[in-house]
């Protein structure tokens, strides 16, 4: 005969009580055949009660005995290993020496135009203003052997569908006659992509390197993404399923029909923590490098190649912005505008400059986070954050502790 008891004690006295109906106690049912199927006990929902009873009934009449089924061989615990096909494949082989991170990727970025909407969409909701895409810029990144690199600049902007031999490079590139400047920027891409992959791939054809290409925008899973979204779908290549919400797309591959090259957007900012490019800069990267500048607010759609086109720098007073309430520039960031503006011919010619310095300026911040992970044989860019990197990290820290300072790390 088997009681239940509840033993209650203040620490002096103590009492024991019998209880009568134990799922009364506590509000839980449990199955007492299977011990599996659990419900909450609810006197307003019956409905729960009578699948409850109907599956004890099921599970008293069945003579099945519960079984735990094995794998044939003993499987670690290991994601961060068994999800990177390369590092499992070296560490099988006992060839972990060899193994290399990907040192070679391609960095983007938009530039905008905005129109003022003021468009009531709901009682509570306003849109403001619409942005269209002006220009987008990338830095390509090839690595040498000796952990060198080489940059590719590259920029196209909305005037590039008005020259005369446009038509000439959508036919180069297998494009429909209707393609954007950034479906132009893609096809591009897509022929860098597969050079840098021949740069980073493995001597040896055994060892698995995806083919993959990492494409990364600062911010660019909120902002870059959305303006990319209409060119990533089109004959020549296809979208996988993004990972992440349509307002915060963390990660999305585009997948080539023909040479099944596979460019991944992901956001660089997720590899640092929340921060602007310029905080990134400062903190991880040259400190020769910086920020430019560019007054948005005076260009939209109808004026854009006017003001474009004029040779003289823009003034103090265009860098006057009515969100920030005052101006987004400070008198020595303008003095150094002027300096950098005597470079170029026109205003169009600067925002090419700028556009591509913003890519440019993320190279090596990525690179040093690329070094300072090598040491622990953690490949950066096969993930999408630092927090992905970090779990990585746990594992690695088991498999190669000689790699690991653990009193120190």
Not at 4 to 19: N, R
Not at 85 to 111: C, H, S
Not at 125 to 149: G, R, W
Not at 252 to 280: R, Y
Request: one cysteine or more; a negative charge.
């Amino acid at each position: 005969m088997t009681l239940d008891l509840l033993l209650i004690s203040d620490g002096t006295e103590q009492h024991v009580m019998y209880v009568s109906t134990v799922e009364k106690l506590t509000g839980v049912l449990i199955c007492p055949y299977c011990h599996d199927y659990v419900t909450i006990l609810s006197d307003t929902n019956k409905r729960a009660n009578e699948y409850f009873n109907t599956h004890v009934q099921k599970c008293k009449s069945s003579t099945h005995e519960p079984s735990i089924r094995l794998h044939d061989v003993p499987m670690p615990i290991c994601p961060a290993i068994l999800n990177h096909p390369t590092v499992e494949y070296l560490m099988a082989l006992g060839l972990m020496n060899e193994f290399k991170v990907q040192r070679g990727f391609i960095t983007y970025d938009f530039e905008t135009l905005g129109d003022q909407v003021m468009k009531n969409i709901t009682d509570q909701t306003t849109l403001l203003s619409q942005l269209h895409k002006l220009s987008i810029a990338s830095t390509e990144v090839f690595p040498n052997q000796d952990k060198s690199y080489e940059l590719v600049r590259r920029c196209y902007t909305l005037f590039d569908e008005l020259s005369e031999n446009y038509q000439e490079q959508l036919d180069r590139n297998e494009l429909p006659s209707n393609s954007s400047f950034v479906h132009l920027w893609l096809a591009q891409t897509f022929d860098s992509a597969e050079e840098i992959y021949q740069c980073m791939k493995y001597e040896d054809e055994n060892v698995p390197f995806d083919k993959c290409v990492k494409i990364l925008g600062w911010n660019s899973s909120r902002f870059d993404i959305a303006l990319l979204w209409d060119a990533l779908d089109c004959e020549l290549w296809t979208m996988g399923v993004p990972i992440g919400s349509p307002n915060n797309t963390k990660s999305i591959t585009v997948t080539h029909k023909k040479s099944h090259m596979k460019l991944q957007f992901i956001d660089a900012e997720n590899l640092f923590g929340p921060m602007t490019l310029k905080a990134c800069v400062k903190d991880y990267g040259d400190k020769s490098e910086h920020k430019d500048v560019f007054p948005y607010e005076i260009i939209n759609s109808k004026n854009c190649q006017e003001v474009l086109m004029k040779i003289e720098p823009f003034e103090y007073e265009d860098f006057k912005s009515q969100f920030k309430g005052g101006y987004s520039i400070t008198k020595d960031e303008y003095d150094q505008y002027l300096i950098d503006f005597k470079r170029f011919s026109n205003r169009l010619y600067y925002l090419k400059y700028y556009n591509i310095n913003d890519t440019e300026i993320m190279v090596k911040p990525l690179m040093n986070l690329i070094d300072t992970f090598e040491q622990f044989n953690i490949d950066v860019l096969h993930y999408i954050s630092i927090a992905s990197c970090a779990y990585a990290t746990k594992h690695y820290s088991t498999y190669f502790p000689s790699k690991f300072n653990l009193e120190s790390d």
